[in-house]
């Protein structure tokens, strides 16, 4: 019979909890480690959509990279959406186990999956473990041929399946080397500087970042938050089916980026 424990030991072994930020609040978060499981649902966040695909899937577990709770909660009433949420998990028995920062990281992780999807060769971490180098904070390549920042663009719109994207940067300007970093990770800027690359793709940035890269002459691809994120979350519930075939595993139908691009009239 496979249970929440036996899911979430797998979970600790591919993306272990060490490898997350002190800030952050992964592992079981919610639920009985004893609980059978036969439905497993993954997602990005807990949202009011997602956490309502669950409950009516009936699902068993919930594999969320971003956390619920994310801070300590002091008390927990339906006052709040975050305490709503929780409620609605815990009545309908759903177990939470989170993953974020440790699976950003992990070998694995989502940093190496964007820059594998990428074409990146001979890809490290940005900001490498200082007892572990191999596993660290962002990953950095390089290109097998020099690629136009508007040609890298493209490259990192296909591989994500969307249709618009930010760019800071000259667009006919060669690229070579290229850092990535999933989500918000504008603060890794710095840190592709000190590794010498040309250009910097996350899903977002601060605008003085944005002014800062282009001061420093890093060219950045910012193809949203939920972008850089969503597409290991779907290959999360592949890799889960694989290794527990008897159970229903499935990415949230439901879910969906909170940013919509609206075209005015405006000349």
Request: overall charge negative; hydrophobic content about 45%.
């Amino acid at each position: 019979m496979l249970t929440v424990s036996a899911v979430a030991e797998f979970l600790e072994r591919f993306a272990p909890s060490r490898l997350a930020a002190e800030w952050d609040n992964v592992g079981l978060l919610v639920g009985d480690p004893a609980r059978p499981v036969e439905r497993i649902m993954t997602c990005l966040t807990l949202t009011p959509d997602s956490v309502a695909e669950a409950v009516a899937e009936r699902a068993d577990l919930v594999v969320a990279h971003h956390p619920l709770p994310f801070r300590p909660v002091r008390r927990l009433t339906s006052n709040s959406v975050e305490g709503r949420l929780l409620l609605e998990l815990i009545e309908a028995r759903i177990a939470v186990y989170s993953l974020h920062t440790a699976f950003d990281s992990a070998g694995r992780g989502i940093n190496q999956r964007l820059a594998e999807g990428l074409g990146l060769t001979e890809i490290e971490p940005l900001v490498a473990d200082g007892d572990e180098p191999a596993f660290g904070t962002g990953r950095w390549g390089k290109l097998a041929a020099p690629l136009a920042l508007s040609d890298l663009a493209a490259r990192v719109g296909e591989f994500l399946r969307i249709e618009t994207l930010q760019v800071v940067g000259k667009l006919e300007r060669p690229i070579e080397s290229v850092a990535v970093g999933c989500g918000s990770a504008g603060e890794l800027v710095e840190a592709a500087r000190n590794r010498h690359c040309d250009s910097f793709v996350s899903g977002e940035a601060r605008f003085h970042a944005c002014l800062e890269a282009e001061a420093t002459g890093i060219a950045l691809v910012l193809a949203g938050h939920f972008a850089t994120e969503r597409f290991a979350v779907e290959q999360l519930a592949e890799a889960l089916a694989g290794e527990f075939p008897t159970a229903t595993i499935w990415a949230s139908r439901r879910e969906r980026d909170p940013l919509q691009i609206v075209r005015t009239n405006c000349p």
